[in-house]
C-alpha cells in the first residue's frame, strides 16, 4: 500500500472493527477473472494487517450449493458472523449479483460490502438494514450513493514485486462483453485476465504483465497492476464509466506513469 492510499484503508479499517465489535467476519468471494484475484488477493491482505479475524469462503459455493450457509457461518465458530463480501465491478447491468448479495445480507444480522462499483440504482431496502456500502471511485457511484463512503479498490493495498521487463510492448485487452463497442483487437493482443479465476493466486498474473515496458489495456486490474509495477500504462474505458471514474479517484494522482484515454 502506498502512504497516498493510506488514509482511506486506515477508515476503512477503523468502521469494520466498529462494525465487528468483536465478531468474526465470514468473507465471501465473488466470482471473476483473473484481475478479481488481485481485489481478493488486497482484501485478505488488508484484513490480515489490520488483525480482523475472518473466513474466506467462495460466493460459487454459495450459489452452486456446494457449500450451506449454516455449514459457511458454523467455520467462525461464532453464532453472529458479519458478512463481509468482496469489493467488486459486477453491480451493473451486465451481471445480476446485485440482487444476489442483496438477498445474502438479509441472512446476517450485519454485513459489508467492500468498496464497489454502482452502475445500477440501489433503492432503500435493498440491502438488509445493518448493512455497510463503500464505493471504490468518487464520482459516477459516489453520486448515486452520496452518503455511502469512498476508499480506494482493494487491489491498491498491494505492493507488487518489480521485475525486469523483457518484452517493449503488451496488448492487453478485453475480449468479453464489457469491450466497448466495435472495438477491434490488435493484432498479438492477450486477453490475460481470463487465464485466471477470483480465487486463483495472483502471482502469474503479475508476471506476465511485469514483461512488459509498456501496457495497453481496457482491463482494470491489469491497469492498476501494471501502475503498482511502475510500467508505463495507457488504461482506456470499458463499456461503462468504471474504469474513468476509478482511474480519476485512485490513479491519476498516484500514478505519473499511467493515462487514460476515452474510446467513443
Request: with cysteine; aromatic share 12%; net charge negative.
Amino acid at each position: 500500500m502506498s502512504a497516498a492510499h493510506r488514509p482511506e484503508f486506515d477508515q476503512l479499517a477503523a468502521h469494520i472493527r466498529s462494525v465487528l465489535n468483536g465478531r468474526p467476519a465470514l468473507f465471501v468471494i465473488n466470482p471473476g477473472n483473473w484481475g478479481d484475484s488481485l481485489i481478493r488477493e488486497g482484501a485478505e491482505a488488508f484484513l490480515r494487517h489490520y488483525g480482523i479475524p475472518y473466513v474466506g469462503i467462495r460466493f460459487k459455493d454459495l450459489i452452486k450449493k456446494r457449500l450451506t450457509l449454516i455449514e459457511a457461518k458454523a467455520r467462525t465458530f461464532h453464532d453472529d458472523p458479519v458478512l463481509i463480501f468482496n469489493g467488486n465491478g459486477a453491480f451493473c447491468p451486465h451481471y445480476q449479483t446485485l440482487g444476489r448479495v442483496a438477498e445474502l445480507s438479509q441472512e446476517f444480522k450485519t454485513s459489508i460490502i467492500l468498496p464497489s462499483t454502482y452502475a445500477v440504482d440501489v433503492p432503500a431496502g435493498t440491502f438488509a438494514p445493518d448493512t455497510h456500502l463503500f464505493v471504490r471511485d468518487r464520482f459516477q457511484s459516489q453520486d448515486r450513493l452520496p452518503d455511502v463512503p469512498f476508499c480506494h479498490d482493494m487491489a491498491f493495498f498491494l505492493e507488487l514485486s518489480d521485475e525486469p521487463a523483457t518484452h517493449n510492448l503488451g496488448l492487453l485487452f478485453r475480449e468479453d462483453g464489457e469491450a466497448p463497442e466495435g472495438f477491434e483487437l490488435p493484432d498479438g493482443n492477450i486477453d490475460v485476465s481470463k487465464f485466471g479465476r477470483a480465487h486463483t493466486p495472483i502471482d502469474g498474473f503479475v508476471r506476465h504483465i511485469a514483461q512488459y515496458e509498456r501496457i495497453e489495456t481496457n482491463r482494470l486490474h491489469v491497469g492498476i497492476a501494471a501502475a503498482l509495477l511502475k510500467r508505463e500504462v495507457q488504461i482506456s474505458s470499458n463499456d461503462y464509466f468504471k474504469i474513468g471514474a476509478i482511474f480519476d479517484s485512485s490513479i491519476r494522482d498516484y500514478f505519473p506513469n499511467a493515462q487514460f484515454v476515452e474510446r467513443a
